[in-house]
């Protein structure tokens, strides 16, 4: 195998690793509202702001990781990420107050920003040729939702038998493995397609961006995906409890999610190399509004609950390589990590939203029954948003190519 094809391999084998944990911890926040919220003596709203706060410092922190990614490294910028996760971890396994619930979520989620799909995604973009990009991208999302689907139960049962405060001491060290794999990143500035774009300025590739129809479109209807995905992973096992079906439910429910996102990401992002990335986005949100509109009506057994999540696993992330797809192709895989950050902060506000609203709307009416319909009807609106958007090079890198 020759250097040429190493590195992107590396990278992708890097990112895969560090998405794989990263996800699976992330997406298993969720399995400690009950027992954190009942140790706290509070309302779910306090646990749900926690990780609403928790997924807007992912969003905040993604554009500013990013830059740091795109000029001193990927390796770097997650090495510093992880070890302010494994700090948020150690102060969640400690909480005694509402405060403290909100701090470790708010550490967490910086640190998730540092090796998280900003970072992975910006570095892998710049790894791979053109034309096995957007699969490259679905590859590594892939195997972040086969994180979920093995983290999730396992955390579950941790909790389970050693209680929720020192389980969270074992993930820290997990979390800790990947500090090893980061440095596989750093390969990516290395790769011949990474140069493309070096002779525009930061300041400049922001201004193009934000001047583009496109751009903001996408970045508005990215918004969607993060309230869906959030209020889902926060809110889902304790809705699943409250219809009195076994505590078990939660846990494979949110696994089964990650495992059939293996599916879905790798599919749609082969499916992305070859038709119309903005179709297959609004094909995407539609069928999300469709399946919670038919989960509404459908009687809550287990049955049922796991097979809705089969399905929204296939739905899930494979948002992610489309909508990064896209800003490679229109922008360049220059700034990919910094202008997918900032996309991604749209993600995570929307997220910020779902987890909060979740809990907020719970503790008003006593159901979840509103933010189901909220689901639907934003996810339609999402639909919308994409058809206007252009899939074509800027001028300027078009004026390169023919240069």
Not at 60 to 87: E, H, M, N, Q, T
Not at 376 to 391: D, K, M, Q, R, T
Request: net charge neutral; proline share 3%; with cysteine.
């Amino acid at each position: 195998m020759t250097n040429k094809n190493l590195i992107p391999l590396l990278v992708i084998i890097g990112g895969s690793v560090l998405l794989f944990i990263s996800f699976g911890i992330r997406h298993s926040i969720g399995l400690y509202l009950l027992p954190i919220s009942n140790y706290l003596d509070t309302g779910r709203e306090v646990f749900g702001f926690a990780a609403a706060i928790q997924v807007l410092m992912i969003g905040i922190g993604s554009p500013l990781f990013g830059a740091i990614s795109d000029k001193y490294g990927s390796g770097r910028a997650s090495i510093l990420g992880i070890v302010l996760v494994i700090l948020g971890l150690a102060w969640m396994s400690n909480v005694n107050t509402s405060f403290d619930i909100i701090g470790s979520q708010f550490l967490f989620g910086l640190g998730g920003a540092g090796c998280g799909t900003a970072v992975v995604l910006g570095a892998v973009g710049r790894s791979v040729r053109s034309e096995n990009r957007t699969l490259s991208l679905g590859v590594v999302m892939a195997a972040g939702s086969f994180g979920q689907f093995v983290m999730v139960p396992l955390i579950g049962y941790l909790i389970e038998f050693l209680g929720w405060s020192q389980s969270l001491i074992y993930i820290c060290f997990i979390a800790a493995i990947m500090i090893i794999f980061s440095f596989a990143l750093n390969f990516s500035s290395k790769s011949e397609s990474s140069k493309a774009g070096t002779d525009q300025s930061l300041i400049e590739a922001l201004k193009e961006a934000f001047q583009s129809k496109s751009y903001n479109l996408l970045t508005i209807a990215f918004f969607v995906c993060g309230f869906h995905v959030t209020f889902v992973a926060v809110h889902l096992p304790a809705y699943i409890e409250d219809q009195n079906l076994p505590f078990w439910v939660g846990g494979w429910s949110l696994a089964l999610i990650g495992l059939f996102n293996v599916v879905g990401t790798i599919y749609f992002g082969y499916l992305g190399d070859r038709l119309s990335k903005k179709n297959l986005l609004a094909l995407l949100y539609s069928l999300r509004g469709l399946l919670f509109l038919v989960f509404i009506y459908l009687p809550k057994t287990e049955l049922t609950v796991l097979l809705f999540s089969c399905i929204l696993g296939i739905l899930w992330l494979s948002t992610v390589p489309l909508t990064s797809g896209i800003i490679t192709v229109v922008f360049g895989p220059y700034y990919m990590s910094m202008l997918y950050g900032i996309a991604f902060l749209s993600h995570q506000i929307g997220s910020f939203l779902g987890s909060w609203l979740g809990g907020r709307l719970f503790d008003m009416y006593g159901s979840y029954d509103l933010m189901w319909w909220i689901c639907v009807i934003l996810g339609f609106i999402s639909a919308i948003l994409h058809f206007p958007i252009i899939e074509k090079p800027v001028p300027r890198l078009l004026k390169q190519a023919n240069t």
